[in-house]
């Protein structure tokens, strides 16, 4: 019984919408409406600026991390791998009950498992995304171009149930990311103007 509720707790914090709150509360703006429609940071970043987009991101990695974390909190990490209830939260996150199951594209809160149970690889993936930022300037290019690379780091690492939530995690920002790839093709896709 334990086992299910943390299993929803987890979702539960991945729900968490943190753009749609932040937006709504602090700004009066349902990001929604604007840019991607998306609720993720970058979308965030694009609507309300700089502050609110970092914000926004820093919740929804630690919502990740908190997940990850629940079954050493509630001392059950021998029945309950962290790396699930952490991918419970993503799935939480792109699927939230609090904003009509209509969520991120997973990066942030993806990161935040990685953080949480392998903080070396969310280091080196951070490194990684910041540099590819830097000189592709597209966000959602540099968020497949960490997925890819955390899971070939994984692979490096033979952590078999690491590889498998990683692989998975990759293919949902992957399939999440399709609209961006078209956009990138076509010479659409907006570029950062902050790095």
Do not use: Q
Not at 149 to 174: E, H, Q, S
């Amino acid at each position: 019984m334990l086992i299910v509720l943390v299993l929803l707790l987890a979702y539960l914090i991945g729900s968490i919408p943190s753009g749609l709150w932040i937006g709504k509360i602090f700004y009066g703006i349902d990001i929604r409406e604007h840019g991607s429609g998306n609720l993720g940071g970058t979308n965030t970043f694009r609507t309300l600026g700089k502050k609110a987009g970092f914000a926004v991101t820093i919740m929804d990695v630690l919502k990740g991390t908190l997940a990850t974390l629940l079954p050493v909190f509630f001392g059950i990490d021998a029945e309950l791998h962290p790396l699930i209830t952490g991918t419970t939260a993503v799935v939480g996150h792109m699927f939230p009950i609090f904003a009509g199951f209509k969520g991120g594209k997973a990066v942030a809160t993806s990161g935040g498992i990685l953080l949480g149970y392998a903080p070396i690889l969310f280091l080196i993936i951070f490194v990684v995304f910041f540099i590819s930022l830097y000189i592709c300037k597209y966000v959602s290019l540099s968020s497949m171009i960490c997925a890819v690379a955390a899971l070939i780091v994984t692979i490096i690492m033979r952590d078999i149930p690491l590889i498998i939530v990683v692989a998975v995690l990759t293919t949902f920002i992957l399939y999440r990311h399709r609209a961006n790839i078209k956009r990138i093709k076509d010479g659409t896709e907006p570029k950062v103007k902050w790095i």
